[in-house]
């Protein structure tokens, strides 16, 4: 490891954020003689050719939709971001296998991890590392968005802020109506095949809503999504019961065409196009917008640290970066 300089780029709402936090991690640099600078993503905007230009690495200290607002602005670069996890549910660290505990995180990226040209998906203009909801959870995603803005009140607690997200998704659940969704896989520029559903998750990763395998084969390794398709949602309880059968029969529903497919470029929208602006997507956590979606892979879009045990065997392509700093 000969890393000099690193920045530490922190989102101050994030779940489990804190000042006592942050100099831990500026502590922690500082004893093994890397020099550091840090930047404030509510306060700041992201330059990208000086941070390419000037740091070794970029330590993203906050949740999935942190992750993903630098990965935005840093795609298609060779600078290495490591996600340390700040938020409430950090897919990204689910899926790298990031250890909860700071001191133990930090070591690991420092000395262990690798960077890694992975594949993101891009939906129209913005880039994902995890997922993009159709449907039913951008709704709940848009709605949850702003009572926290109009609650100023923050909740510190992590596993409370998860079980009131439960709840807030129950609660919106009996408010929304499920549209009519139409996906199209686009293969050599024409409509290869056409699927219908209520809901639909387009997934980069194997995890879903937390520590949920829902697409426990997947790897944004791969070239194509994983995508799963909700066909009979009416309400509340077909959202539940098809959660519940993507969670505990994975194996029987994976090779059935009628619940996951796979794809590297598609169209999505409603079966009645007048609806189009009333259905919404979301890319990691974060509203997106409203449809209709074109949502492709980028192929070896952005240097991650990753954590050997997450991808044992790199295929020859991803081979990793050879960087005398690592």
């Not at 070794?56 to 996600?83: C, E, K, Q, R």
Request: charged share 25%; with cysteine; hydrophobic share 40%.
């Amino acid at each position: 490891m000969n890393l000099k300089r690193a920045l530490i780029i922190y989102n101050p709402k994030s779940g489990r954020f804190s000042e006592k936090k942050l100099s831990y991690i500026l502590n922690f640099f500082k004893d093994r003689h890397i020099l550091t600078d840090t930047l404030n993503i509510i306060e700041n905007c992201i330059e990208k050719e000086s941070i390419v230009n000037f740091f070794d690495m970029v330590l993203v200290a906050g949740g999935d939709g942190s992750l993903n607002y630098v990965i935005n602005n840093l795609v298609f670069t060779d600078i290495p971001i490591a996600h340390l996890p700040m938020g409430t549910v950090n897919l990204f660290a689910l899926e790298n296998k990031t250890p909860y505990l700071f001191r133990k995180a930090l070591n690991e990226i420092i000395y262990k991890y690798k960077p890694v040209k992975i594949n993101l998906g891009k939906a129209n203009e913005k880039y994902f590392f995890a997922m993009t909801g159709i449907g039913f959870d951008a709704f709940i995603v848009k709605n949850i968005e702003e009572k926290i803005k109009k609650n100023k009140k923050r909740i510190y607690n992590n596993f409370i802020k998860y079980i009131s997200y439960i709840f807030n998704i129950i609660k919106l659940t009996k408010n929304y109506k499920f549209y009519d969704l139409s996906l199209e896989v686009i293969k050599d520029g024409k409509i290869y095949a056409k699927h219908n559903a209520k809901e639909i998750i387009v997934s980069n990763i194997r995890y879903y809503g937390g520590p949920f395998k829902v697409f426990p084969g997947n790897s944004p390794l791969n070239e194509k999504f994983n995508i799963r398709l909700v066909k009979n949602a009416k309400g509340r309880t077909d959202v539940i019961f098809s959660i519940l059968k993507s969670l505990t029969f994975y194996k029987k529903y994976s090779d059935n065409p009628d619940f996951y497919i796979k794809a590297d470029k598609m169209i999505i929208s409603s079966s009645n196009p007048s609806e189009n602006k009333y259905i919404f997507y979301q890319c990691d956590g974060e509203f997106a917008g409203t449809l209709p979606v074109k949502i492709e892979k980028a192929n070896k879009a952005i240097t991650m640290l990753v954590n050997p045990a997450s991808f044992p065997s790199f295929p020859a392509s991803f081979a990793r970066i050879n960087d005398a700093r690592w």
